[in-house]
């Protein structure tokens, strides 16, 4: 990427990997470096993408087949990116966003099953060669991440899954996390909160002197 363009940062995760918090953090470092910093989220992002979100995320009597939850979090995407994430990036604003398509081949592929390479196809189609520069997976055991998520409100339909569902997103997200290692920065988030947020700095502090 060029030297006046922005940065691609996004945050993964399971359930109760504590991202809001961390988000905060990533977004506190990157501006102390000097770097506008747009925050958004997906699915979700823009006034569409977040009515496609409450349409994802809500409980339906009649569910959902998988590949209509794969073609809606693809339309939100196309949304987020021609209409937020690339304008920014092309004005040289750093983009960090609370998940991104690494979540598609976790939740949908690893999750429901569906092949990567039919995700592949979708990846290449709405995003062509755009990937994110840095990728932070907070990383923690399943049970652990459902006790803390299960403390908060009440579940949406993703969190209503069974444990094994998640088993199958981390299991995703690692094996994403060996393949491409130079890009996604796995974080241990079963830690305290310190250790975790010193893990987030180190690897935050590195890719920053990587851009300079
Ligand atoms: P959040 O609650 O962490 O913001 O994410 C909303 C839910 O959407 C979360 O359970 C993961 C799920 N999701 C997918 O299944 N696929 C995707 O591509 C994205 C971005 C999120």
Same mark, same amino acid.
């Given at each position: 990427?060029?030297?006046?363009?922005? &940065?691609? %940062?996004?945050?993964?995760?399971?359930?109760?990997?504590?991202?809001?918090?961390? $988000?905060?953090? %990533?977004?506190?470092? $990157?501006?102390?470096?000097?770097?506008?910093? =747009?925050?958004?989220?997906?699915?979700?992002?823009?006034? =569409?993408?977040?009515?496609?979100?409450?349409? *994802?995320?809500?409980? &339906? #009597?009649?569910?959902?087949?998988?590949?209509?939850? *794969?073609?809606?979090?693809?339309?939100?995407?196309?949304?987020?990116? /021609?209409?937020? %994430?690339?304008?920014?990036? /092309?004005?040289?604003?750093?983009?960090?966003?609370? +998940?991104?398509? #690494?979540?598609?081949?976790?939740?949908?592929?690893?999750?429901?099953?569906?092949?990567?390479?039919?995700?592949?196809?979708?990846?290449?189609? !709405?995003?062509?060669?755009?990937?994110?520069?840095?990728?932070? $997976?907070?990383?923690?055991?399943?049970? !652990?991440? =459902?006790?803390?998520?299960? +403390?908060?409100?009440?579940?949406? +339909?993703?969190? @209503?899954?069974?444990?094994?569902?998640?088993? /199958?997103?981390?299991?995703?997200?690692?094996?994403?996390?060996?393949?491409?290692?130079? &890009?996604?920065? !796995?974080? #241990?988030?079963?830690?305290? *909160?310190?250790? !975790?947020?010193?893990?987030?700095?180190?690897?935050?502090?590195?890719? $920053? @002197?990587?851009? +300079?």
């Amino acid at each position: 990427m060029s030297k006046n363009k922005g &940065r691609f %940062i996004t945050v993964e995760g399971g359930e109760g990997a504590g991202k809001s918090t961390n $988000l905060e953090l %990533i977004k506190e470092l $990157l501006e102390a470096a000097g770097h506008p910093v =747009l925050f958004t989220r997906e699915p979700g992002g823009t006034p =569409l993408g977040e009515e496609i979100r409450t349409l *994802l995320l809500g409980h &339906r #009597d009649d569910g959902m087949a998988a590949e209509t939850e *794969l073609l809606l979090m693809f339309g939100a995407r196309a949304e987020h990116l /021609n209409r937020k %994430i690339i304008p920014a990036l /092309n004005a040289g604003t750093w983009v960090l966003c609370d +998940r991104f398509t #690494d979540a598609t081949y976790a939740y949908q592929g690893g999750g429901r099953g569906i092949a990567p390479e039919r995700i592949q196809i979708l990846e290449q189609w !709405v995003q062509h060669d755009l990937r994110p520069d840095l990728t932070l $997976l907070l990383d923690l055991p399943v049970e !652990v991440g =459902l006790e803390r998520a299960g +403390r908060r409100s009440a579940p949406d +339909r993703f969190e @209503s899954e069974a444990s094994q569902f998640f088993q /199958n997103v981390r299991a995703r997200y690692l094996d994403i996390a060996k393949k491409e290692s130079t &890009r996604v920065k !796995v974080v #241990d988030a079963s830690m305290p *909160l310190p250790q !975790v947020q010193s893990q987030i700095k180190t690897v935050v502090g590195a890719f $920053l @002197s990587s851009c +300079r």
